[in-house]
């Protein structure tokens, strides 16, 4: 509610472009997951797609090119490029392609997709698609983990505990190996889950093949980095570069971490992805890119695209720099490995 107001009053004023001379960089990468018609039946998750339709609108008319990674970097180093938006796609989601595709091949603009093994396999602990359904199907949940009994008789209710489970797991993200139990003993089969909202290998392969998509790694298990000692977080994304680089028949060169903060430590992470082979890596922290980029690109900010309120001014905002400015409390304007 308040990053809302903000945004609408810094666009509106113009506050925002002021920001931008100095925070907004080159260009910007976005970051979405879900797309939906009706954010009611994902309890206010994902981005309305004449949302998402809406935002591109925007960024087109203020001037910026809607580029592939690989060219984000290359205008980093490039002084007379004009300034441009990236497009992601987190977990692999089927209304990737149902929904978002279209819209993209409206404006021309491709995306990554950063899928994660485990989805496509359909043996991941996608907590978060559990407690969802949790939410969804139930008029009261035992969540034992919590030593909490939720009520989720109305909508309202629903949305409340699942944020409030969310924000549970958030909290530590080792709890989130607590939660298949509950899930089987509510009766939720999290594989049939995750097999009705997630692209299969096929599906995978496919996206792959279109001209305005690319698949890249998003780790195994899609666990919080900072969990694991360094054999298990080598293991867990390079399984996962490996897996797709068979399944798509072509080198994985980038990657995005599972949640971002404060699930990873930063350069830990990025010494590992760096020394597997990957390009480049994408965290969830706001931010845009700058020319130190072109040549520091494993803990490359990224901008969420996928807000419920006055989404058109977050996306604005957020490409003129205005979160980063927040972040730094008007300090530095470029995020780089130093930060983390």
Avoid at 153 to 165: I, N
Wanted: hydrophobic share 45%.
């Amino acid at each position: 509610m308040v990053r809302a107001g903000l945004s609408v009053a810094a666009t509106a004023s113009g506050v925002s472009r002021l920001l931008a001379r100095r925070y907004a960089g080159r260009g910007v990468i976005l970051m979405f997951h879900e797309f939906t018609r009706s954010p009611r039946a994902l309890l206010g998750q994902g981005c309305h797609i004449d949302d998402f339709d809406a935002i591109l609108t925007a960024l087109r008319a203020a001037g910026r090119d809607f580029v592939s990674l690989d060219e984000a970097l290359e205008r980093c180093a490039d002084p007379a490029a004009a300034p441009f938006a990236v497009l992601t796609f987190d977990d692999g989601y089927r209304s990737n392609i149902e929904l978002a595709l279209p819209v993209m091949e409206r404006h021309g603009a491709p995306a990554t997709i950063f899928v994660p093994t485990g989805m496509v396999t359909r043996d991941i602990n996608a907590w978060w698609l559990g407690l969802r359904q949790l939410a969804l199907d139930l008029a009261q949940i035992d969540m034992e983990p919590m030593g909490e009994r939720l009520v989720t008789g109305t909508w309202a209710e629903k949305k409340a505990a699942l944020d409030r489970m969310t924000a549970w797991v958030w909290a530590d993200f080792a709890r989130a190996s607590l939660l298949p139990e509950i899930f089987r003993g509510h009766g939720i089969a999290l594989a049939d889950v995750v097999d009705l909202h997630v692209l299969d290998a096929a599906g995978i392969v496919a996206a792959d093949r279109h001209p305005l998509l690319r698949i890249e790694a998003h780790t195994t298990t899609h666990r919080a980095l900072r969990l694991l000692d360094e054999d298990a977080l080598r293991a867990d994304i390079g399984a996962n570069k490996i897996f797709l680089e068979e399944l798509l028949q072509r080198p994985v060169r980038w990657f995005a971490y599972p949640y971002g903060r404060p699930s990873i430590g930063g350069t830990r992470e990025a010494e590992v992805v760096r020394s597997l082979g990957f390009r480049g890596a994408v965290t969830t922290d706001p931010g845009g890119l700058f020319p130190a980029h072109h040549t520091q690109s494993f803990l490359l900010p990224r901008q969420n695209g996928e807000v419920r309120l006055a989404p058109v001014a977050h996306a604005r905002a957020g490409a003129d720099g205005l979160f980063r400015a927040l972040a730094s409390r008007g300090g530095t304007p470029c995020l780089l490995p130093g930060d983390f």
